[in-house]
């Protein structure tokens, strides 16, 4: 009987307005989702990628379609991460950028785990972090100081962040120091002891619990310290709903390209002969890290170096504290022995690339010179993991 009262043309109306709304909203998503990085015309790489295995096509090539495809959804996945932690708010935000910020990296991590391919894992988190702040920041060091004679940091900000980098990569790197400590394992080439995994998984229990008191230090008590002057609202920015649907159809995407991508890991290893440390420390990282080197060069010219300093410390911590132990828990529950065993020659590296960026930064002022010298210091690694052979690996 309430219905019956309803006047047809006012329902019409509003049908038609809803679906005008409906409309827009669907363009102005698909536009500015489409716009949000020029690696979007690689998306043509996504059903390829995912075809070529039923295709018949050679692993190597169904490799190198997925590593492209995942650019541009990694891309568009830090894109709908952006938009929605603006809509949500600084706390909400900061859980959803601690989730959804690394997760190609979680995404291929997990794929990695359930092939049993442990030792791409933990070169992948140790390339992420080596990426960020050897490449990134070295790039974004060189790009800020050309014509200048220095440049100024936010002193108080790096500070705090170098030094919470500095001690998470030091518990990171504990087991793989006791191990090779333990002159008993020295002369096995076995699988992780018991006391090593079990000290990793304790470990990245307590990492985990750091990172949520991280959160809560960064988005409530100390909010001010992080805040930037002049950073900007996301440009174009989406409706939450729609958000939603863009991150979950680009971590759908991710999850489905990292799957074909792990598949494929054999068969690029053998047809290039490079190995899997290569891959894994190299290669992974590059698609994790395609989105915050992109926004970091754009910082970079616009003068805003402390939010380009700022993002890449704080992915560097978002790996070393969130990512590399929920991948270790996530393998203890499905039964795979992650641990944080890392090779020797990783360790090391991770350990001086570390204090190297501490030491450059401390002053507040960096140039142009020291961003090339973190560059090329990341080539000289890449090279030596390039000729660094797997059967010398204590995985």
Not at 59 to 85: D, G, R
Not at 167 to 181: D, G, K, Q, T, V
Not at 299 to 328: C, M
């Amino acid at each position: 009987m309430l219905t019956a009262g309803r006047n047809p043309e006012i329902e019409a109306h509003r049908l038609r307005d809803l679906y005008f709304r409906f409309h827009s909203e669907t363009r102005h998503t698909l536009s500015s989702t489409i716009q949000c990085s020029r690696t979007n015309v690689l998306l043509f790489c996504v059903p390829l990628g995912l075809m070529g295995p039923g295709w018949g096509w050679p692993a190597s090539v169904v490799f190198l379609l997925n590593f492209l495809a995942m650019l541009p959804l990694a891309s568009i996945l830090t894109f709908a991460t952006e938009q929605l932690a603006a809509v949500v708010g600084s706390v909400a935000g900061g859980l959803i950028n601690a989730t959804f910020g690394n997760a190609v990296e979680m995404i291929v991590g997990i794929s990695a785990l359930k092939e049993g391919e442990i030792s791409i894992v933990q070169s992948s988190m140790i390339g992420s972090i080596l990426s960020s702040i050897l490449l990134i920041l070295g790039t974004t060091f060189l790009l800020s100081g050309l014509g200048k004679r220095t440049v100024d940091i936010n002193i108080d900000v790096v500070g705090i962040l170098t030094s919470l980098m500095i001690i998470s990569c030091f518990s990171l790197i504990m087991p793989s120091a006791l191990h090779i400590a333990d002159s008993s394992s020295s002369n096995t080439s076995s699988p992780s002891s018991d006391y090593i995994l079990t000290l990793s998984r304790i470990t990245s229990l307590v990492l985990l619990a750091f990172y949520l008191l991280y959160l809560y230090f960064q988005s409530i008590t100390h909010a001010e310290l992080f805040m930037e002057e002049g950073e900007e609202e996301p440009a174009n920015k989406l409706h939450a709903v729609s958000s939603c649907i863009v991150l979950i159809l680009a971590t759908l995407g991710v999850a489905q390209c990292s799957d074909c991508l792990v598949d494929s890991v054999d068969g690029f290893v053998e047809t290039l002969g490079v190995s899997r440390s290569f891959v894994g420390l190299i290669i992974v990282p590059i698609v994790g890290n395609a989105g915050c080197f992109v926004g970091t060069v754009q910082w970079s010219r616009s003068n805003r170096i402390n939010l380009a300093v700022s993002v890449i410390v704080g992915s560097t911590l978002q790996i070393s504290l969130f990512v590399t132990p929920f991948l270790v828990v996530v393998g203890w529950i499905i039964g795979k022995d992650m641990s944080l065993q890392f090779d020797s020659f990783e360790t090391i590296v991770i350990t001086m690339s570390t204090l190297v960026v501490n030491y450059l930064v401390r002053d507040g002022e960096t140039n142009y010179f020291e961003g090339l010298l973190l560059v090329a210091t990341y080539f000289i690694i890449a090279i030596a993991f390039f000729v660094h052979p797997d059967e010398v690996q204590s995985i």
